[in-house]
């Protein structure tokens, strides 16, 4: 019997990638998301960012299997020519339908009710300790007490965004915009747009907002071209500020990882006040609200300034280690220029990400991040699983002879500045004509 089926090139899919008209491929099947990609729950940059190719690998990886059914809704009828499997993306799917079958995806067991329990405790510990002490030393402990319930919130804020967490959706929401906007001051909405993005563009230096960090960090010299960002939407000038800046910032990393929590301040207000759509706004704001209210008004009960600078210096310097712990598992793996390729999620997530050997005791402390291959590629996986599957994803790695990175949590760190010294020093010795002013002449003069 003949095909019936219509079919079109891949040339003719690629031609469909704008916000007007966008068009994916999932299982060889022709998909037109063009307007749902406004109400999608991942937000419309995911699909921006894989239009025109074929997605199956990251639907897979980001939608449970009852997404399945609603696909027909968007179905154009088409199917792509010549469409293949590779045998990588064979057995990731296999993988992944097998965690399926065994439940993984659904058993989250007590960790969450756990965490949530340890985080009010550390919140009250320190407010007490602000309102029923005199002592300065206690002051200090306090502001470190806030920090790690900060640390232990952003870990609440980032499972909540991969998956449900608690035992339904209005309930999950409720702990995102508690213990994100309320306890912490950040925007879950703007993680999850932000976030989202780094999953699916992961280590791309043009589409992955984790690696655009101009003017103070710059994890490869290819940065000096000034790169136009996808997400944000503007060019990371490489001007002789930057220049100045990226030449120290193997020194500089650790000092401004202790400020950097002031920058997600700064993004969950661009992005709350912007034109773009945001789902929830209003619950969004008032969380934040929220936040600025209790959080001055418990700065302002000690007794001087001078405790009030150390109080806060201390909270916002222990959320440091935090986003220190983001850039290890990125910053020192593979780099490339260019938007995601759907046809290499398996490879590109894998060579982009490095795991932290850790005993299993200390995995509170990576919060997941230390299977950062894992859970890249099964984003959705409950962390508590991520141990138990890592055997499989390294046999896999094996088995295609793909890269699959470890180290120590100390080694990890040597490697991130050993990144950052070396893009440091292209900076310095870059032959692309960056204006001088007296303020690099200065910096740089020897003798």
């Not at 199956?56 to 009852?66: E, I, M, N, R």
Request: aromatic share 14%; hydrophobic share 40%; charged share 15%.
């Amino acid at each position: 019997m003949a095909d019936s089926r219509r079919y079109i090139s891949q040339a003719e899919l690629e031609s469909h990638t704008k916000t007007g008209d966008l068009w994916i491929s999932i299982q060889g099947k022709i998909y037109d998301v063009t307007e749902w990609s406004q109400n999608h729950p991942g937000g419309a940059l995911p699909l921006l960012n894989l239009a025109g190719q074929d997605a199956t690998d990251a639907f897979v990886a980001y939608h449970p299997g009852l997404a399945w059914q609603y696909l027909d809704n968007f179905f154009t009828g088409y199917h792509l020519k010549d469409y293949s499997v590779s045998e990588v993306s064979k057995d990731f799917r296999n993988l992944a339908a097998e965690f399926s079958k065994m439940g993984l995806f659904e058993k989250k067991k007590h960790g969450t009710g756990i965490l949530l329990c340890i985080i009010a405790l550390l919140f009250c510990t320190s407010v007490g300790g602000v309102l029923c002490c005199k002592s300065t030393m206690v002051h200090l402990c306090s502001g470190l007490l806030l920090g790690f319930s900060w640390i232990q919130s952003g870990w609440i804020g980032h499972d909540s965004g991969h998956y449900q967490v608690m035992s339904n959706r209005k309930f999950n929401r409720v702990a995102q915009i508690i213990t994100g906007n309320c306890l912490a001051g950040i925007s879950i909405g703007w993680w999850k747009w932000n976030h989202n993005a780094h999953h699916i563009a992961c280590n791309s230096l043009d589409f992955d907002p984790d690696l655009q960090h101009m003017p103070f960090f710059a994890v490869s010299s290819k940065l000096f071209h000034s790169l136009t960002s996808c997400f944000y939407e503007r060019k990371m000038n490489f001007d002789s500020v930057s220049r100045i800046l990226i030449s120290y910032q193997h020194w500089t990393f650790y000092p401004v990882m202790c400020l950097a929590r002031i920058n997600l301040f700064a993004q969950s207000f661009i992005f709350l006040l912007s034109k773009r759509q945001v789902p929830h706004r209003g619950q969004e704001i008032l969380g934040i609200l929220v936040y600025w209210t209790w959080f001055p008004l418990l700065v302002s009960c000690l007794p001087n300034w001078g405790e009030r600078l150390m109080f806060v210096a201390a909270s916002f310097a222990v959320t440091g280690i935090q986003h220190v712990q983001f850039c290890l598992n990125h910053f020192s793996s593979n780099v490339y220029v260019g938007p995601p390729s759907g046809n290499s999620w398996f490879e590109k997530q894998t060579e982009g990400s490095l795991n932290i050997v850790c005993s299993p005791w200390m995995d509170w402390f990576h919060g997941g991040l230390q299977f950062q291959i894992e859970h890249h590629l099964f984003p959705r996986l409950p962390r508590c699983h991520l141990r138990k599957i890592s055997p499989f994803v390294k046999g896999l790695c094996k088995k295609h002879e793909l890269q699959y990175s470890t180290a120590s949590f100390w080694k990890a760190n040597t490697m991130t500045i050993g990144t950052l010294r070396s893009a440091a020093l292209q900076a310095r010795e870059v032959s692309n004509s960056v204006p001088r002013n007296l303020v690099w002449e200065a910096v740089n003069t020897h003798g």
